[in-house]
């Protein structure tokens, strides 16, 4: 079956601009995490969700948001751009039920964000 | 707060030299435990993972991981490593019951040397 599909894979944007990535989950998952990783931080939680519905959030600024369509498809946005906020961007998704399987989490490539 | 910490961030080792790489924890309550590896120019992957029961677990490719709960540890180990596995290792823990977010150490470089 199909795996995670992050779009797109490399963009170059400038401080001050805005971006918008998007993740399809595997068919049937209904959970979608997004990671930021960059070297010498391995990866930190930006948020989680379920059905539509934020369930987690780390400790990223306001500047950082994202939403889930109902077919389980999610996007994050990260809105006037800093140059610290190049990393490569992860979306993982899970069957996100209550159960340790639902927790496994299967990774896109990424999408590598490199902001000037 | 709640994190994880990976000792080691950058081995080298020979090619049949045995591998342990340290993974401790800061949880409050029952934890599930991973470790995902991301070969060069591949997407990250699951390598092992425990839930329950014993507490020596076994992965792909020879890997096994040790859960401590007293030492709040999951190690993981191989007895003799090869070139392919050149990668990065990723600790990863979340809370039992209902879902709470996973997270993650900051990774482990491994080189293996032919």
């Known amino acids: 079956k199909a795996g995670v599909t992050q779009t797109p894979r490399y963009l170059i944007k400038t401080r001050g601009q805005q971006v918008t990535l998007s993740c399809s989950p595997i068919?049937?998952?209904?959970?979608v995490s997004w990671y930021q990783q960059t070297p010498g931080q391995g990866l930190q939680f930006l948020f989680e969700?379920?059905?539509?519905?934020?369930?987690n959030k780390g400790n990223f600024p306001g500047r950082f948001s994202g939403r889930q369509f109902s077919n389980s498809r999610s996007e994050m946005n990260v809105s006037t751009l800093e140059l610290g906020d190049s990393a490569l961007y992860l979306c993982?998704?899970?069957?996100?039920?209550?159960?340790?399987?639902?927790?496994?989490?299967?990774f896109g490539a990424g999408s590598r964000l490199t902001v000037l | 707060a709640q994190s994880v910490s990976q000792h080691n961030h950058h081995v080298i080792l020979s090619e049949a030299a045995s591998l342990e790489l340290g993974c401790n924890y800061s949880?409050?309550?029952?934890?599930?435990l991973f470790w995902y590896v991301q070969y060069p120019g591949q997407h990250l992957q699951l390598l092992l993972k425990?839930?329950?029961?014993?507490?020596l677990v076994k992965g792909i490719k020879g890997f096994e991981a040790e859960f401590i709960k007293s030492k709040f540890s999951f190690n993981l180990r191989k007895p003799s490593v090869q070139w392919s596995d050149t990668a990065e290792y990723f600790c990863?823990?979340?809370?039992?019951?209902?879902?709470?977010?996973?997270?993650f150490g900051i990774g482990t470089k491994l080189q293996v040397i032919p």
């Open positions: 993982a998704s899970s069957a996100g039920l209550a159960g340790g399987g639902a927790n496994v989490l299967t």
């Open positions: 068919s049937g998952h209904r959970s």
């Open positions: 969700y379920f059905s539509e519905t934020q369930r």
């Open positions: 949880y409050g309550g029952t934890v599930n």
């Open positions: 425990y839930f329950s029961g014993d507490p």
């Open positions: 990863a823990v979340n809370l039992s019951g209902g879902y709470q977010k996973v997270t």
